[in-house]
């Protein structure tokens, strides 16, 4: 797995690279623009170059842009519903021009319309975006979560049902976050359990379309719906996990974020322990 972590762009996404690179990161996940308002300035045609400069000359592998919090794709009242579907095209378009291939987005909340509903309106959503978007290569990728109250995604059967309604699969794919399928229910905490849970993973998403791991020990319990993020080896999944998962040549390709507590400054030291981990052969 290409190792790294979610990185600040304080003073412009082009300090993004630096940040990560003095975290240790091998690969980075940012925000283009401030996640909870919806409209940001466009991105300068220098921040773009300097950007995408030095990824390059930092060695760096591009990897994923995270969509603005604010973003419901499933929402039930029609402002918010405009105002995602809205800012999600400028997300897109701004993960683009950084050359990134990702944007990481929450499936969203149904807030009461039934899961059903709230499934056909995200893809409705996700297929708005596509339309209206600049971009025809860029792919989004429909984040698990932990499936508290009526957030969607909390199964990987409706992470699939989203992406089966859109008329543009191929552009959507699925970024797995540990904490939150830990959370919903999925443990990988044993040899077994993690792969039975990777072959459901393969049987109903199918492991090509995954393309993004979220690194995230969890601080609530194997089911709880809690999302709550602790370092790695310090919360209830534990070390043994994260080993399984580092060690697995199918993912030996693909982004591993953290988003652990701490931010840059708690980065470097929970990467050190994930590389410990990966190099750990006990079985």
């Not at 957030?151 to 970024?175: H, K, S, Y």
């Not at 993973?201 to 609530?220: E, I, K, Y």
């Not at 953290?258 to 990966?278: K, Q, W």
Request: one cysteine or more; proline letters at 4%; a neutral charge.
């Amino acid at each position: 797995m290409i190792l790294g972590a979610h990185v600040s762009i304080a003073g412009g996404v082009s300090n993004a690279p630096q940040n990560a690179v003095s975290c240790t990161c091998e690969t980075f996940q940012i925000f283009t623009k401030n996640q909870l308002q919806w409209q940001a300035p466009p991105l300068s045609r220098e921040d773009v170059r300097a950007f995408r400069q030095r990824v390059q000359e930092m060695h760096l592998v591009a990897g994923t842009v995270h969509a603005a919090y604010l973003v419901n794709l499933a929402a039930r009242e029609p402002e918010l519903l405009h105002k995602s579907r809205l800012c999600m095209v400028d997300d897109l378009d701004r993960t683009h021009r950084l050359a990134v291939p990702y944007l990481v987005v929450h499936p969203g909340a149904h807030r009461g319309q039934g899961t059903a509903r709230g499934i056909e309106v995200a893809a409705a959503s996700l297929d708005y975006v596509f339309r209206h978007s600049r971009t025809h290569d860029t792919m989004i990728l429909l984040e698990a979560t932990s499936g508290a109250g009526s957030v969607l995604g909390g199964t990987f059967e409706e992470l699939a049902a989203i992406r089966d309604l859109c008329r543009f699969p191929a552009r959507v794919g699925f970024c797995v976050d540990t904490c939150h399928v830990f959370a919903a229910g999925y443990d990988i905490r044993s040899r077994i359990m993690y792969e039975d849970t990777i072959l459901t993973l393969d049987r109903v998403l199918g492991l090509a379309n995954v393309r993004a791991f979220h690194l995230n020990d969890s601080r609530g319990a194997l089911g709880s719906k809690t999302d709550r993020h602790a370092d790695i080896g310090q919360g209830e999944i534990g070390p043994g996990a994260f080993r399984l998962l580092l060690r697995d040549a199918r993912f030996a390709r693909i982004p591993g974020i953290l988003e652990t507590p701490g931010g840059d400054g708690a980065y470097a030291r929970n990467l050190a322990f994930l590389r410990s981990l990966a190099a750990d052969t006990r079985s």
